[in-house]
């Protein structure tokens, strides 16, 4: 199993554009959730999915938008994107045990 | 919104040394997970607790979950290297999604 992948591993946008980061999980789990971390910060939760077709906001989605088409998948979408959004983004997904296993997540600058 | 403080921010320690880090909530949580992201890495599951005063241990990894399940500890017995890495606690109240606290750095001189 590979566990949560994620795409890309980096990227510099600028200021106003637009761009999807990929998440695919291989466990079958039905929760799937988006978190960022700001530097020496913990993990704030931007969106999560209890299953495939159901999504709902978490602490922080200003400016998120998400979709869950399938159970494996779990893209995360910025639009317009802002200097604020600057942060490292990790997908992370759960089945009936409740413990959360990570992506190795993907280091976003806005300039 | 419901938040779990994590104390402290910040630990260095000699290597062989003990480290501590704790957690409270102000409201009784239904269960509590810890993490450990390695510096660069992406958080690692732990160990979750679920019963009040609860105590698991991972080799030198001792968890504790407070009687009133407010409150959680990690101690590390006679640190090590690899220990190196930010700890985080998660709290869960009832079916709501995990809340993580702000995390720990431990560091180590070795």
């Known amino acids: 199993n590979a566990g949560v992948t994620q795409t890309p591993k980096f990227r510099i946008l600028k200021i106003g554009q637009s761009m999807t980061l990929q998440c695919t999980q291989d466990m079958n789990h039905n929760y799937m959730y988006w978190y960022r971390q700001d530097p020496g910060m913990g993990l704030k939760l931007i969106y999560y999915?209890?299953?495939?077709?159901?999504?709902d906001k978490g602490e922080v989605p200003n400016g998120y938008n998400v979709s869950r088409s399938t159970t494996e998948d779990f893209p995360l979408r910025l639009e317009l994107a802002a200097p604020s959004q600057t942060s490292v983004y990790f997908c992370a997904s759960s089945g009936q045990v409740n413990e959360q296993y990570f992506g190795p997540g993907t280091r976003l600058t806005v300039t | 919104g419901q938040q779990v403080m994590q104390i402290p921010q910040y630990q260095h320690v000699q290597e062989g040394e003990d480290f501590t880090t704790y957690c409270n909530s102000s409201t009784t949580l239904s269960n509590i997970q810890w993490y450990k992201q390695r510096p660069g890495g992406h958080p690692v599951f732990l160990i979750q607790l679920v019963k009040s005063g609860e105590v698991k241990k991972q080799k030198r990894l001792t968890f504790q979950f407070g009687e009133a399940k407010k409150n959680s500890s990690l101690h590390i017995t006679a640190t090590q290297t690899t220990d190196v890495g930010t700890y985080f606690c998660?709290?869960?109240?009832?079916?709501?999604?995990?809340?993580f606290g702000q995390g720990t750095r431990l560091t180590i001189n070795p």
């Open positions: 999915s209890v299953g495939a077709g159901i999504t």
């Open positions: 998660a709290g869960q109240w009832g079916a709501q999604k995990l809340v």
